[in-house]
């Protein structure tokens, strides 16, 4: 598992879903709605003779709060489970992230708010499981 | 004294390996502890029996065309030769290679959960073994 490849094909599944703008680099400022591929956390050694790793990866989508009702109905549409909004079904679309790991899921997504540049935005942290 | 960590253990099915879809593997060799237990002893005696040793590995499982299920599929209810390495590489004395013969007696092609990988855990008895230090 390259963690370069595997944050690219995360950015590039993400670009499925129309209107988002997608960052595999943590951007000094933030046009929303956005997802924000972040770091891979690791685990060595899920299978034996460096057969495969295990990482996690946090995929941070940031959506405004200045229209409150207008950014959770958008967040509530890239939450779904399913659905051309769905950043769960964007990403799980290709488990193999063309060929960049053996399997991977979204396993959890929680709320929160998150600040860039003194500004307060709606956000969801989407934890993706990769093996590979 | 050599000390290594047990990441490298090389797991092959017939000609096949497969260690990259193996996550723990474990042989576990015992022999029957049959009494001989006399008169007049003070402590029960006893002497060592027949073999009965188990091989037990955790398969991360995967349908691909030779692959791990392929090869169990096509040996369950008939022995397979599997043959373990303690450190991928040259077999040595201090690196012995153990061959052995198991019944494949128990398989589960199918173990899903929500929650992670689909993996199954097999434990064969051992019905014939070789070491091998060259």
């Given at each position: 598992?390259?963690?370069?490849?595997?944050?690219?094909?995360?950015?590039t599944?993400?670009?499925?879903?129309?209107?988002?703008?997608?960052?595999?680099?943590?951007?000094?400022?933030?046009?929303?709605?956005?997802?924000?591929?972040?770091?891979?956390?690791?685990?060595?050694?899920?299978?034996?003779?460096?057969?495969?790793?295990?990482?996690?990866?946090?995929?941070?989508?940031?959506?405004?709060?200045?229209?409150?009702r207008?950014?959770?109905?958008?967040?509530?549409?890239y939450?779904?489970?399913?659905?051309?909004d769905?950043?769960k079904?964007?990403?799980?679309?290709?488990?193999?992230?063309?060929?960049?790991?053996?399997?991977?899921r979204?396993?959890?997504?929680?709320a929160?708010?998150?600040?860039?540049?003194?500004?307060?935005?709606?956000?969801?942290?989407?934890?993706?499981?990769l093996?590979? | 004294?050599?000390?290594?960590m047990?990441?490298?253990?090389?797991v092959?099915?017939g000609?096949t390996t497969?260690?990259?879809?193996?996550?723990?593997?474990?042989?576990?060799?015992?022999v029957?502890?049959v009494?001989?237990?006399?008169?007049?002893?003070?402590?029960?005696?006893?002497?060592?029996?027949?073999?009965?040793?188990?091989?037990?590995?955790?398969?991360y499982?995967?349908?691909?065309?030779g692959?791990?299920n392929?090869?169990?599929e096509?040996?369950?209810?008939?022995?397979?030769?599997?043959?373990?390495?303690?450190?991928?590489g040259?077999?040595?004395?201090?690196?012995?290679s153990?061959?052995?013969?198991?019944?494949?007696?128990?398989?589960?092609?199918?173990?899903?959960?929500?929650?992670?990988?689909?993996t199954?855990?097999?434990?064969w008895?051992?019905?014939?073994?070789?070491?091998a230090?060259?």
């Amino acid at each position: 598992m390259i963690p370069s490849t595997v944050r690219t094909n995360l950015k590039t599944a993400l670009t499925s879903i129309s209107g988002l703008r997608c960052y595999d680099i943590i951007p000094d400022s933030i046009n929303v709605p956005a997802a924000v591929v972040g770091q891979l956390d690791f685990t060595f050694d899920y299978s034996l003779n460096r057969g495969t790793d295990q990482a996690t990866c946090e995929v941070i989508l940031i959506v405004s709060k200045m229209v409150e009702r207008m950014g959770q109905a958008k967040l509530d549409a890239y939450l779904a489970g399913s659905g051309a909004d769905s950043v769960k079904a964007a990403i799980e679309a290709d488990t193999t992230l063309s060929g960049a790991v053996k399997t991977l899921r979204v396993t959890s997504a929680a709320a929160g708010i998150i600040s860039s540049n003194g500004t307060d935005f709606l956000s969801y942290r989407y934890a993706v499981e990769l093996i590979g | 004294m050599a000390l290594f960590m047990g990441n490298k253990v090389t797991v092959i099915l017939g000609s096949t390996t497969v260690s990259t879809n193996v996550s723990t593997v474990n042989l576990q060799r015992e022999v029957d502890a049959v009494e001989v237990t006399a008169m007049n002893d003070t402590l029960a005696n006893v002497v060592a029996g027949i073999e009965r040793s188990n091989l037990t590995i955790d398969f991360y499982q995967d349908f691909a065309s030779g692959n791990v299920n392929a090869l169990i599929e096509a040996a369950f209810g008939s022995k397979l030769n599997v043959k373990l390495v303690p450190v991928t590489g040259t077999v040595s004395t201090s690196n012995p290679s153990y061959s052995m013969s198991c019944l494949v007696s128990q398989y589960q092609p199918i173990n899903g959960s929500t929650d992670g990988v689909m993996t199954q855990s097999v434990t064969w008895p051992v019905t014939a073994m070789t070491i091998a230090t060259s």
